[in-house]
């Protein structure tokens, strides 16, 4: 360690300290993390799959949020898919994945969360506000589709905001939940020192104090364990990455025991917690295609 980054280490380390001793400073501290961990992640983004059909769509939420998306469309859809992006990301975020379905045949829809992209709202919540979004997108796909089988599929956040939005979900023929965190206590846990200080820890009960307080929700609440049960009779498949520090392979079995059957788990070897269809390759997509071809082709049969 060179001096310069010893010195902004100690730096740190003594700010941290006097916060932590001062009233006012550590609720000042908590309160600008925890706006920092639920900031929006505005973008403007654009389609670059020019060879098929696609359209701007846009639906609004029961709580008054507007959403941007994205419909597009092969020559003839055999089926629905509609996925769901992670914290910082945006549809433009599924593009890959919508590559590789459409090119298979099924129509894919994807809209930007809350506080993402073009959508509006004023701050994110880990996937538990975000449930509103997924009951609005589904609502407005069941409208516009009504005659053909829907399945989801969610990365990340978006996974969690499909467990959050279970009852709402159970319509569905097929549901992918990918790289999911088993609850927000872990997941917060398993980023510090990672892709957060290590110092946030010290303010953990502060930041948990003001969060819930500026969402309107509990952490207890914020956990997906708690309703991928409800998922039930929807088939379900789990992915993650064996390297996954956010989504560890053994907090997703941990999920994949708590879900009813019919449920798979698939771990992709090498693959972190952003790279997952980037490391599996043509391995993720022919476990995706293969779920999907297993899950809807009796939904297929019966339209």
Excluded: K
């Amino acid at each position: 360690m060179n001096q310069s980054s010893s010195r902004s280490s100690w730096l740190t380390e003594l700010w941290t300290w006097l916060a932590t001793l001062s009233g006012i400073g550590y609720l000042f501290t908590a309160y600008t993390v925890s706006r920092w961990l639920t900031r929006t992640s505005p973008d403007r983004v654009s389609p670059d799959l020019p060879d098929w059909t696609w359209e701007s769509v846009e639906c609004q939420t029961a709580d008054g949020v507007r959403l941007a998306g994205w419909a597009a469309s092969p020559p003839t859809a055999r089926a629905t898919v509609v996925l769901f992006h992670g914290l910082r990301g945006n549809r433009g975020r599924m593009l890959s994945r919508m590559a590789f379905l459409l090119e298979a045949g099924y129509r894919c829809v994807a809209f930007d969360h809350r506080g993402h992209g073009e959508s509006g709202g004023r701050w994110t919540s880990f996937g538990y506000h975000e449930s509103r979004d997924v009951q609005a997108v589904l609502d407005f796909v069941r409208q516009r589709w009504p005659e053909q089988p829907h399945a989801v599929l969610g990365v990340s956040m978006g996974g969690a905001a499909l467990c959050f939005a279970a009852r709402h979900v159970r319509g569905c023929q097929a549901v992918i939940l990918e790289s999911v965190y088993h609850d927000l206590e872990s997941a917060f846990r398993n980023r510090v020192g990672v892709d957060y200080p290590a110092w946030f820890s010290r303010f953990r009960g502060g930041v948990i104090w003001v969060t819930e307080r500026r969402l309107g929700l509990r952490l207890p609440n914020l956990a997906p364990a708690l309703h991928v049960h409800d998922l039930n009779p929807a088939p379900v498949l789990f992915l993650t990455g064996s390297d996954d520090p956010h989504a560890p392979p053994e907090d997703v079995a941990r999920l994949h025991s708590l879900c009813a059957e019919p449920r798979e788990l698939r771990i992709i070897p090498g693959a972190g917690h952003d790279d997952v269809i980037e490391i599996g390759g043509d391995h993720y997509r022919r476990l995706i295609l293969d779920f999907l071809a297993r899950t809807l082709t009796p939904a297929l049969a019966i339209t």
